[in-house]
C-alpha cells in the first residue's frame, strides 16, 4: 500500500492498466459486436501496446510526462473514436500532474481534468451511454474520497465505475455508433465504460500492491 | 459461425498493402505518405486549394483511390472501419498544402469527427487554414446532424475535387461544396452482413429472408427490417423516403447513383435503375446522369444504396468536369 506513487511506480501502474486492457481485447469485442461495429477491443490493444512501448522510449521527469507520452500513442496508433477519447483522457489528465510523484490530491484533480478533456473532444455528457458513464463516477469517487489516501482514492474511482457500467445498460445510446441503435441497445453496456474500469481497477491494484 | 474467407495476408498489413497496391496503379501518379499511411498525388498543381479526404479502410474504393487529378490530392487511410489518427492527418495536411489552404471532407461519424479535428487544429499551429465539409447524406438517421455520411460521398468528393481544382480561394470551394452536401441525398439498403477481416466474423444478423432499410455501411441498425420483397416494391420503398426528405420535387433535375455495398450483382441494379426512373419521371424528376457501380462498398456486405443529387448549373458542370483516378475516370 503505498500513498503516494514514484514516478516509476506511476509508470508501473500505467503498464498493468495497459497489459489489463490487451487481455480483455476479447471481451471488448464481445460488449463492441453488441452495440457497434466491433473494434473496441482491437482499437484499445493496439493503443495500448504502442502507449506501453511509449513509456520507455521517452525518459519521464514528472508523473504527467509519462501521462501524455501514454495518451499521445493511444492517439496515434488506436484510430477511431476510442484513440480520440482515451488518448484524450491520458493527455489531459498528464497535463495537471506537474509533480514527480503521484498521490490521492493529484489522482483526483488528473480524473478531472481527463473527464473534462474528453468532453470538450467529443462532445458527449454523462447519461448518452458513453465511457464518461463510468468516467464521471470514477472522478466524483476519487475526490470524495481524496482525504483517505490514494489507495483508498484510487480503489473508490474502480468501484463507482464499475457501477457506472452497471448503469450504463439501462440508457439509450445518444453518441457514437450505438447511438443508431435506439432502444435495441438497452441491456448492453457501454463498451468504452468498460475499458475506463479495466483501467482504474488494474491501476487501483497496482497501488494496493 | 464459419469465417469468411477473404484473400489476404496477415491482417495488420491490409491497409499498407491496399496503398501498396493503389500506388502500383497509379503508374506514377500517386505516392505514398512516407511516414503516415496516406496517398498523395505527385502532381498536385501549385497554388491550387487542396482538398483532403479520408476516414476508416475496408470502403474501397471510398475514400482512399479517389485521389487523383480533379479529385481528391490526398487520402488518408485508417484501420478497418476507423478514423486514421490526427497525426497522420496532419501529415497528409502539411504535404497537401499548397499555399492556399485544405478543405477536408469526409463522413459523419464521431470518432472521424474528432481525429480530423484534432488534425485540423494540428495544422492551424502550422499555419495552414483548414475547413471541413462533413458528409451526411443517409437519411436512415432521424436528426439531421446525426446523418451518417454514406453512397452520396462520391458526389460530393466528386464536386469537390472539381471545386478545388478551380477555385481562387479556400472560401469559395468551402461554399460550392456545402451547397452539394445539402444536396444530396442517400437510402441503403443490406440483405447481408459484410464481414470485419481481421476477425472473419459479420459485422450484424439478419434472419434468412430478411432485409433491413437504412442500414449503415458498418451494420448500424436502419429504419426498417423487413422480408425480401421484389426489386419494384423496394426501390418504390427507397425512393419516397429519399424524395420526401429533401424534398426532391417536379421539375428538379438530378444525378442518380446506384452503389453496389460489395456483393450485389450489376444485374440487379439495372433491374433497380429501370423502377427508379419510371418512378422519378412519374414525380417530375430529371435524371440528367446516372452513375452504377461499387464506389462505396463495406466489404463483401449485399445490398446498394441510391444517391439523389439536386444540381443546379453549378453542380452539374462539376459533377460532369474531367477526373481522373483508379476507381473513376471521366474526359
Known amino acids: ?209 | 459461425m464459419t469465417k469468411v474467407q477473404k484473400i489476404i495476408n496477415d491482417p495488420e498489413n491490409i491497409v499498407a498493402e491496399v496503398i501498396d497496391g493503389l500506388v502500383l496503379a497509379s503508374h506514377g501518379r500517386l505516392r505514398k505518405l512516407e511516414d503516415a499511411p496516406a496517398l498523395l498525388r505527385t502532381d498536385i498543381e501549385p497554388g491550387k486549394v487542396a482538398l483532403l479526404v479520408g476516414g476508416g479502410s475496408g470502403h474501397e474504393p471510398m475514400y482512399s483511390a479517389y485521389v487523383g487529378k480533379g479529385l481528391a490530392d490526398a487520402s488518408v487511410c485508417g484501420n478497418i472501419f476507423a478514423s486514421p489518427p490526427p497525426n497522420h492527418i496532419h501529415a497528409a495536411t502539411v504535404a497537401a498544402d499548397q499555399g492556399k489552404g485544405v478543405l477536408y471532407v469526409y463522413g459523419n461519424y464521431a470518432g472521424d469527427v474528432m481525429n480530423f479535428d484534432m488534425a485540423a487544429e494540428m495544422a492551424a499551429e502550422d499555419g495552414i487554414e483548414v475547413r471541413t465539409v462533413l458528409v451526411n447524406d443517409d437519411v436512415a438517421t432521424d436528426r439531421p446532424e446525426d446523418r451518417r455520411g454514406i453512397g452520396g460521398a462520391f458526389y460530393i468528393v466528386k464536386i469537390a475535387g472539381a471545386a478545388c481544382a478551380e477555385a481562387q480561394s479556400l472560401d469559395e470551394a468551402e461554399a460550392v461544396v456545402r451547397k452539394a452536401q445539402a444536396s444530396t441525398r442517400t437510402i441503403g439498403v443490406a440483405l447481408r452482413a459484410g464481414s470485419l477481416p481481421e476477425t472473419g466474423e459479420p459485422t450484424f444478423e439478419l434472419g434468412e429472408g430478411e432485409i433491413e432499410i437504412g442500414l449503415g455501411v458498418h451494420g448500424e441498425p436502419g429504419v426498417e427490417r423487413s422480408a425480401l420483397m421484389p426489386a419494384d416494391e423496394l426501390t418504390e420503398k427507397m425512393i419516397d423516403r429519399l424524395v420526401n426528405d429533401l424534398p426532391f420535387g417536379r421539375g428538379d433535375r438530378v444525378a442518380m447513383l446506384l452503389n453496389n455495398l460489395g456483393a450485389t450483382t450489376q444485374m440487379e441494379l439495372l433491374i433497380v435503375n429501370r423502377k427508379a426512373r419510371q418512378i422519378l419521371a412519374d414525380k417530375g424528376i430529371e435524371v440528367a446522369r446516372t452513375d452504377i457501380g461499387a464506389y462505396f462498398t463495406s466489404q463483401e456486405m449485399a445490398g446498394f444504396s441510391i444517391t439523389l443529387i439536386r444540381l443546379d448549373e453549378e453542380l452539374e458542370r462539376l459533377i460532369e468536369a474531367p477526373c481522373e483516378s483508379l476507381p473513376f475516370t471521366q474526359r
Open chain 1, 1 to 209: 500500500m503505498s500513498d503516494r506513487l514514484t514516478v516509476d511506480q506511476t509508470k508501473a501502474a500505467l503498464v498493468a492498466a495497459a497489459d489489463a486492457i490487451i487481455a480483455s481485447t476479447e471481451r471488448l469485442t464481445k460488449a463492441d459486436q453488441a452495440i457497434g461495429d466491433g473494434d473496441h477491443g482491437l482499437g484499445m490493444a493496439r493503443g495500448m501496446k504502442a502507449a506501453k512501448e511509449a513509456l520507455d522510449k521517452k525518459p519521464a521527469a514528472t508523473v504527467g510526462d509519462l501521462f501524455k507520452s501514454f495518451g499521445m500513442a493511444i492517439v496515434s496508433t488506436s484510430g477511431g473514436a476510442s484513440g480520440a477519447v482515451f488518448g484524450t483522457l491520458f493527455t489531459g489528465a498528464g497535463k495537471v500532474l506537474t509533480a514527480d510523484t503521484l498521490d490521492a490530491e493529484g489522482f483526483a484533480t488528473a480524473l478531472a481534468e481527463g473527464q473534462k478533456a474528453v468532453q470538450a473532444r467529443g462532445k458527449a455528457e454523462p447519461g448518452h451511454k458513453t465511457m464518461l458513464d463510468a468516467l464521471a463516477p470514477a472522478a466524483e469517487a476519487a475526490r470524495a474520497n481524496a482525504a483517505a489516501g490514494l489507495p483508498a482514492a484510487a480503489r473508490a474511482a474502480a468501484t463507482a465505475a464499475g457501477e457506472g457500467v452497471e448503469r450504463t445498460k439501462d440508457m439509450v445510446a445518444q453518441f457514437g455508433r450505438a447511438r443508431t441503435l435506439g432502444d435495441r441497445a438497452l441491456g448492453h453496456p457501454d463498451p468504452g465504460a468498460i475499458s475506463v474500469t479495466i483501467i482504474l481497477d488494474a491501476f487501483a491494484s497496482t497501488i494496493e500492491g
